[in-house]
């Protein structure tokens, strides 16, 4: 199944991170996001926790 955007169009990018305080997602994944394989986009979505705890700090 397709993974569907994190987007909840909030784009604001943490300085110390890189990371969209919205979706965690880096500016390359966000412009990326439709081209990549739906593998790709999983370990993304995946990596959510831990991403953000990585903004919170």
Known sequence: MAAKSPCIDVCAFDGKTGLC????RTREE??????MTDHRRHQIL????RRQAKVAR
Do not use: H
């Open 30 to 35: 966000v412009r990326d996001w439709k081209k």
């Open 46 to 49: 995946n990596d959510r926790s």
């Open 21 to 24: 305080v919205g979706c965690l």
